[in-house]
């Protein structure tokens, strides 16, 4: 897959980030992925940057607001997840267990309607509803997302909540070191994964894997250019090769050289 028109119900389409220090951000990630960033005024005082791969939107930046810096959140990498009809999505969402954190809103000159939840595990999500903006342009490119992956103390919990919103299925089968993995699907497409909390002391958080063409050579780049790595560049039979990193504002992503889009 390289170019995307559009997102079906239930597939997680667009990330972004919120950054403690913005301007690190733009250097680390457009010097990692090669983005280019388009500023985008959203506020007084407050700018979101669209990151550019061939001409199409990528993923999304901004500074972290002053009250949720000043209550020590860290910078983190927000997931959304498609839907058709986001009020109609809000509703489910409250009656699956989940706890709405910001209500529907029009985001400005029409790219589309959103809000944010938190499912019963307590995993933090964006819904997106697209107006002239579908999300990712790109998926399985190198800098682009690849994978989406929600980490939870408790699957068999969470998972029946994105069922119930997005209408997806899901289904669960051993997974080596791993022991089981989940993947949701969408019309029989593997969309998205969900598996144990694989670090203690985490909270439950949707990851985001960024293809990259060599992982290694990428975990390497990372590192000069400010990164931790939290696991060291490892190969899963049948997937590809992966690694998780932090960026130098400490948020988590992975990235990964896929044998095909599939599930880690």
């Given amino acids: 897959m390289a170019q ?21 951000a733009k250097t680390f990630y457009s010097d990692l992925f090669g983005w280019e960033l388009d500023a985008m005024p959203v506020g007084p005082d407050l700018t979101y940057y669209m990151a550019r791969l061939q001409g199409r939107y990528v993923a999304g930046m901004m500074q972290q607001m002053p009250d949720m810096a000043a209550s020590g959140l860290p910078s983190y990498w927000a997931s959304y997840i498609a839907v058709d009809d986001a009020d109609e999505a809000a509703a489910r969402a409250n009656a699956a267990g989940g706890t709405l954190l910001f209500p529907v809103d029009e985001v400005p000159n029409g790219s589309g309607r959103m809000f944010f939840a938190s499912d019963p595990t307590g995993a933090q999500v964006g819904f997106w509803e697209a107006g002239s903006h579908i ?78 063409e060599d992982v290694d050579l990428a975990v390497a780049r990372a590192q000069e250019l400010g990164a931790q790595v939290h696991a060291p560049a490892f190969d899963v039979p049948g997937v590809g090769r992966l690694a998780v990193l932090a960026d130098p504002n400490g948020a988590a992503f992975s990235i990964m050289a896929g044998e095909g889009a599939g599930s880690p």
Avoid: H
């Fill in 4 to 24: 995307v028109e559009s997102y079906k119900q239930g597939t997680p389409c667009w990330v972004d980030l919120s950054a403690t220090d913005i301007e690190a």
């Fill in 135 to 212: 999300g990712s342009g790109l998926a399985d490119e190198p800098g682009a997302m690849i994978w989406s992956e929600l980490q939870t103390d408790d699957v068999s919990r969470a998972v029946p909540f994105y069922e119930a919103v997005t209408g997806c299925s899901s289904e669960t089968g051993p997974a080596g070191d791993l022991g089981e993995y989940t993947t949701l699907l969408v019309d029989g497409k593997t969309v998205a994964g969900a598996m144990k909390q694989p670090m203690e002391g985490v909270p439950p958080f949707w990851m985001t894997y960024f293809n990259v």
